[in-house]
């Protein structure tokens, strides 16, 4: 099977302070991978290395076999990032975003036809700041997918949605995965990990306290719920009174 995104021993710190340590991650060409963990776990700094926005401490990282930070444009093209707070301009329309959007890469899908998949045909002459919480993040993900990525990275995807968006935007990334795509996610809903990822790993205080799959987290835990096993994993409190 072809790696498409290798992490070996990442450490990251700020001010001597851990964020992340010794992180080591192997996703193969389309696989859902999932990164869990608490608010301030070191989710973020993680992905934010692997993008190379930031640059680790320590250990190597390599993205359709390319290096980050020195081979940024080559990997431009080939990535796809959609992350949860993102800003855009108040005054630009649905089609104007898209536009720019698509003129950045040296290819690109017809983003009317995804505009189509994720319900949001009827939004390209609304303007972004008029779209509602789910629209938006809806959006977010076809501009994630325009450049036509063979590695996706998305974060918490679906938060916003109702029950229904989310099955939506759950069958679409499923048909992506059949197709080869690589994806990368962060989520705090334990229903998405388990419908989409192939592994997953859950980090707790910049650490990884699990790495395997989703069935595997269930069977090493007390727990017969993947949710309840979550929080097992992952909570202090649960651990501080155990002492």
């Known amino acids: 099977m072809e790696t498409t995104i290798e992490i070996k ?8 302070i851990k964020a992340v340590e010794n992180i080591n991650i192997s996703v193969y060409r389309g696989e859902v991978f999932g990164l869990l963990g608490a608010n301030g776990a070191g989710k973020s700094t993680t992905i934010e290395c692997i993008l190379g926005t930031k640059k680790q401490d320590n250990g190597t990282i390599s993205i359709l076999g390319m290096h980050p930070q020195k081979e940024r444009k080559k990997l431009f093209d080939k990535v796809g990032v959609q992350f949860q707070e993102a800003n855009y301009q108040d005054k630009i329309k649905v089609s104007e975003l898209c536009e720019v959007t698509a003129s950045l890469y040296k290819s690109s899908l017809d983003y009317g036809a995804l505009l189509k998949q994720f319900g949001l045909s009827d939004k390209l002459k609304s303007l972004v ?10 959006l977010f993900i076809v501009l994630a997918l325009i450049p036509n990525p063979e590695v996706v990275f998305l974060d918490e995807l679906t938060t916003g949605l109702d029950a229904k968006a989310r099955r939506d935007v759950w069958k679409s990334l499923s048909q992506l995965k059949a197709k080869g795509i690589t ?9 998405e990990v388990e419908a989409l990822c192939n592994k997953i790993m859950i980090l707790k205080k910049g650490e990884s306290i699990f790495y395997g799959t989703v069935q595997e987290a269930i069977a090493t835990s007390p727990y017969e719920k993947f949710e309840d096993a979550y929080l097992w994993y992952t909570d202090e409190e649960v651990e501080n009174e155990s002492v």
């Open 129 to 138: 700041s008029e779209l509602s919480g789910g629209q938006k993040q809806r």
């Open 183 to 191: 994806i990368l996610l962060t989520s705090h809903f334990m229903d």
């Open 9 to 16: 021993n990442l450490c990251k710190s700020y001010d001597h």
